[in-house]
């Protein structure tokens, strides 16, 4: 860019929302005068072009994620301690909240719950487990009553029920909770997804071994839950955790034991991860324009997200080399950049050209029969 020209002003980021792809809304020519590959957004009126090897073209492809809740274990050790009397145990968890601001810059906010036992019974060196038990249901009672009420961001932002560790998971196994049958399935995940479908409590893989074990989670607070292996090599532990799970993917947390008499371990089960690029960030990101004249009247006309869609956001930035007006032989150098919003959930970005659609000559270098919107942004690179 020339000096002094406000060349990035005039050429600001360029955004197109597409909800449905079409063959008629995108095509590629060769320019038979300057011999450059010529992307055309036919309907929107823009087109980009791109020299010889793409070397003046950048494309990044971004997604819809939808995020993973945060997922731990807590257990409780039963080492005996050295004075048998008022014995306190507890535990801290930190929230962050993904909020739009400063707030993701604050320290994260602690929430303790915490208990004690006045006289600790040790048999053999170890407490008596049903003490252990307790303990941990007190912890998933007081975390399930913290409900913030009037003000929902003050409560836990996470529930608690009790988990168990489930090893050597094979196609045969089978378990019934509570109860209720879930039967062998094909895949572990498949199992995850068949005990996530009923209501008795949350499945999630394991983090460090996910093709043979899993973690269950009741999701009530501390009654019965009963998990019984019925078929294949699946184990049922005889003790369980205390499983915490985020209440929300926008809500992550950290756990930590309290350095209190109780000592314990903190198995992370499921890493969280905030969602990315949902249908409410694009709706935020197109919002900016109800209409030319600011009526909301004529808002029907602007192309709106659809709630709940997933999204790719193909960024393409390209230089370029312009006359410049203001002196003679003067060029003006600047990057444009373009980002188009397409929505994925219906395969939009699937198969849709082919040597019939006239999007290129058939005979083209990187142009084949049933092409993909992102192998058309190749062959245009090519």
Same mark, same amino acid.
């Not at 929230?95 to 208990?115: A, L």
């Not at 303990?135 to 932002?157: C, H, R, T, Y």
């Not at 350095?259 to 197109?286: C, K, N």
């Given at each position: 860019m020339k000096k002094g020209t406000g060349g990035n002003l005039s050429q600001p980021k360029m955004r197109f929302l597409i909800n449905s792809l079409t063959t008629a809304d995108f095509g590629m020519f060769t320019d038979t005068v300057t011999g450059l590959k010529s992307l055309i957004a036919k309907k929107l009126g823009y087109s980009l072009e791109s020299l010889a090897g793409g070397t003046n073209v950048e494309v990044t492809k971004q997604c819809t994620d939808a995020g993973k809740l945060k997922v731990v274990s807590v257990d409780f050790n039963n080492d005996c301690p050295c004075t048998e009397c008022g014995f306190d145990y507890g535990i801290n968890i930190?929230?962050?909240?993904?909020?739009?601001?400063?707030?993701?810059? !604050?320290?994260?906010?602690? =929430?303790?719950?915490?208990?004690?036992?006045?006289?600790i019974n040790c048999v053999s060196g170890e407490i008596d487990s049903t003490q252990i038990d307790t303990? =941990? @249901?007190?912890?998933? #009672?007081?975390?399930?009553?913290?409900?913030?009420?009037?003000?929902?961001?003050?409560?836990? #932002?996470v529930i608690a029920g009790k988990a168990l560790h489930l090893t050597t998971w094979n196609a045969a196994s089978a378990i019934t909770i509570n109860g209720t049958a879930y039967g062998a399935q094909a895949t572990i995940a498949a199992f995850v997804a068949a005990i996530n479908a009923g209501t008795d409590a949350y499945a999630f893989l394991d983090a460090t071994t996910p093709a043979t074990e899993l973690w269950v989670i009741a999701n009530s607070t501390p009654t019965v839950f009963v998990v019984v292996n019925t078929a294949g090599t699946i184990v049922v532990p005889a003790n369980y955790t205390i499983g915490i799970i985020s209440k929300d993917v926008k809500w992550n947390f950290?756990?930590?034991?309290?350095?209190?008499?109780?000592?314990?371990?903190?198995? &992370?089960?499921?890493?969280?991860?905030?969602?990315?690029?949902?249908? @409410?960030?694009?709706?935020?990101?197109? +919002?900016?324009? *109800?209409?030319? #004249?600011?009526n909301f009247?004529?808002? %029907? $006309?602007?192309?709106?997200?659809? @709630?709940? *869609?997933? $999204?790719?956001?193909?960024?393409?930035?390209?230089?370029?080399?312009?006359?410049?007006?203001?002196?003679?032989?003067? /060029?003006?150098?600047?990057?444009?950049? &373009?980002?188009? $919003?397409?929505?994925?959930? *219906? %395969? #939009?970005?699937?198969?849709? /050209?082919?040597?019939?659609?006239? !999007? /290129?000559? +058939?005979?083209? *270098? %990187?142009?084949?029969a049933d092409t993909t919107f992102d192998a058309l942004l190749t062959a245009w690179q090519v």
């Open positions: 930190a929230i962050r909240h993904m909020i739009p601001g400063y707030f993701n810059d !604050m320290t994260d906010r602690q =929430k303790p719950y915490s208990g004690n036992i006045a006289n303990m =941990k @249901d007190d912890i998933i #009672n007081q975390i399930n009553a913290d409900l913030g009420f009037s003000n929902p961001l003050a409560g836990a #932002n950290n756990a930590e034991i309290q350095p209190l008499d109780a000592t314990g371990t903190i198995t &992370v089960i499921q890493e969280s991860a905030f969602p990315f690029l949902t249908s @409410d960030d694009v709706f935020r990101i197109f +919002s900016g324009g *109800a209409a030319p #004249n600011g009247a004529t808002q %029907g $006309y602007i192309v709106q997200p659809v @709630d709940g *869609a997933s $999204y790719c956001r193909y960024i393409i930035a390209v230089d370029s080399d312009i006359n410049d007006l203001t002196g003679a032989s003067h /060029w003006e150098h600047f990057r444009g950049t &373009v980002e188009f $919003y397409v929505q994925t959930s *219906a %395969g #939009n970005i699937a198969a849709i /050209w082919d040597a019939t659609d006239l !999007m /290129w000559e +058939s005979s083209h *270098a %990187g142009f084949g």
